[in-house]
Each structure stands twice: as structure tokens, then as C-alpha cells.
């Protein structure tokens, strides 16, 4: 082989490889921005860590445009949602963004549902992730137990505080707490009255998918089945308890499988519990388990092969 030869040969393979990195460079950017939407009691990031720990950096790393607005820890589904509407409209006036593509975890997903179908002008898509749907019965047992032993105020009281101050540690010290709008919005009662004025997406049999575009915003899910997925992660205890109210049924802890189904279902048996969804706490979770920061990128290049 000639050097001339090897010297092309190795020319083609730095160029085959410098359009490799270009595509990869590219691969979560989407036409409109990300916003990570996070769940009760979460935040958009304390400190260096983000809610949606390590998603946002490596979305940006590969092109996207994201965004990780904070809204109340604790409050109603429709007052988180004019929260983030509210941002929303901001972002869109400051920088020009026609439309945004929501992903929520948990709380976060009827968040969106709700920006979605209040101004569906503003929504490219609403990708949910883990989220109680039609309500969690983790719920339904904290109202039962907090109303028959009359500790309903008390609880609230606490849960408040607790609030207060993971907004005050995220830097948004006057956002308002709800514990109870919270809990209303949760429950399979709450839930059940929400999808009855917010229907966008339902699905269209029991435990099944539903439509995947209305009023042009495009609509997803996904969600976990697994509760004790690491020994050395704290909240998988909490999670192992949480589980019990579900009898039985797939859950990620907090949420059942089937509860976590709203339009074109990508997947609903991640082998991922409640805080796994979204990489936490620390990025701990099962051995060979998916890493979900993968998710929010294969998702992320959804949307951009969408055209979204």
C-alpha cells in the first residue's frame, strides 16, 4: 500500500469520523426547546444537582435547547400549570420560541397536560414520564388515613414546610405550597375530574393508548415497574413501603402501570422505580438496569425526526 494511498485512506477515515461526531453532536436537537417539567416535591435543581439528574447536560451536550423551570413543589395540577404557562410565555417573548416540547416526570406530566390543552399553540409535545394519570393509590391511602384519624391539617402543615423550603433551596423562596390542592389532584377521584375537562390524549380503552396527536401537540408516555431496584439508594425503602397499597399490581412505587399510559404509550415496564425515572437519587438503580438518561435522549431524537 502506498503512502499516498494510506494517506487518503486516513484522510476519508478522520473526515467519516468528524461527520460521526457531527451527528452525534446533533442527535437531541429538536426544532423547538426541551423543558424538563419535575414532579411533587421536586425542584428544577438545588445546588449543582438537577432534579432530572445529569439530563439536562447531556441533551445540551448533543444539541437540544433545555429548559428546567421550577414550579410549586406542592399545589394543584392546574396551578403548577399556569406556573409553567406562565414561563413559558416569558421564554417565548424574550427568545422568539414558537412552541416548546414538555417532558414531565410525575406531577410534571398533568402539568403539561394542562399547558397543552389550555394554549395548544404553545405545546409541540407533552412527553410524560411516570405519571399517575388516572391518579395514584398512594393517594387515595394518605387522604383515607389523614381523614379518618383527623390529622389532615397537621400533614398539610408539615408537607407545606417542606415545600417552602425545597423552593427556598432551589431559589424560588416565594413560590406558593398546597399540600392538600396536591393531594386532590393526585388521588384517583382528582385525577378521574381532571381527565374529565383535560382529555387530550386519553386513552381510548382501559390500560390501553390513546390518540396520539390532538390539536396538534403530540403526545407520549412511559413508565417504571420495578419499587427495589438498589440497595444503596435511600428512597428505595420509602418506595418498597409506598407499594404495598397497589395489591399486587405493576408499579413503580408511587404509580401503577397502567395509570402511567396517556397516548402513544413508548413503554410502561422500565425496569425502574418512581425516583429511577429520573435518574436519582444520584444515578443509583439496578444492575444492567436501562440508564434513563438514555431515554431522554432516544426520546429527545424522537422529536427531532418528528420534526418537533
Not at 64 to 83: H, I, K, N
Not at 252 to 274: A, I, K, M
Request: charged share 15%; with cysteine.
Amino acid at each position: 500500500m502506498s503512502l499516498r494511498f494510506r494517506t487518503l485512506l486516513a484522510s476519508a477515515a478522520l473526515a467519516l469520523s468528524a461527520q460521526v461526531a457531527m451527528a452525534q453532536d446533533t442527535y437531541t436537537k429538536t426544532r423547538y426547546p426541551i423543558v424538563l417539567v419535575h414532579g411533587m416535591s421536586g425542584f428544577d435543581a438545588i445546588g449543582p444537582v438537577d432534579y432530572f439528574f445529569n439530563v439536562p447536560a447531556s441533551l445540551r451536550a448533543s444539541g437540544a435547547t433545555v429548559f428546567t423551570p421550577m414550579v410549586s413543589p406542592f399545589s394543584t395540577t392546574e396551578e403548577r400549570g399556569e406556573q409553567l404557562r406562565a414561563t413559558l410565555r416569558q421564554l417565548k417573548a424574550a427568545y422568539g420560541y414558537q412552541k416548546f416540547n414538555i417532558i414531565g416526570h410525575s406531577h410534571g406530566g398533568t402539568t403539561a397536560r394542562y399547558v397543552a390543552a389550555v394554549e395548544p399553540s404553545l405545546v409541540a409535545s407533552v412527553t410524560s414520564m411516570g405519571t399517575p394519570h388516572q391518579g395514584s393509590k398512594v393517594a387515595d391511602v394518605v387522604k383515607g388515613v389523614t381523614g379518618a384519624t383527623g390529622t389532615t391539617p397537621l400533614v398539610a402543615s408539615i408537607v407545606n414546610a417542606l415545600g417552602t423550603a425545597i423552593a427556598w433551596m432551589a431559589g424560588s423562596p416565594t413560590l406558593p405550597q398546597n399540600a392538600l390542592g396536591t393531594l386532590e389532584s393526585l388521588n384517583t377521584v382528582g385525577a378521574a375530574d381532571f381527565n374529565r375537562r383535560f382529555p387530550q390524549g386519553s386513552p381510548t380503552s382501559t390500560c390501553g393508548t390513546g390518540p396520539e396527536v390532538v390539536n396538534g401537540v403530540r403526545y407520549y408516555s412511559a413508565g417504571g415497574i420495578s419499587v427495589w431496584t438498589n440497595l444503596f439508594d435511600l428512597s428505595d425503602g420509602f418506595l418498597l413501603a409506598a407499594s404495598v397499597v397497589f395489591l399486587g399490581e405493576a408499579n413503580d412505587g408511587v404509580v401503577s402501570r397502567c395509570s402511567s399510559r396517556w397516548g402513544t404509550v413508548l413503554s410502561d415496564t422500565y425496569p425502574w422505580n418512581h425516583m429511577d425515572e429520573v435518574n436519582q437519587a444520584f444515578g443509583l438503580r439496578g444492575w444492567f438496569t436501562p440508564d434513563p438518561v438514555q431515554f431522554y435522549r432516544v426520546q429527545a431524537n424522537r422529536l427531532k425526526n418528528t420534526g418537533l
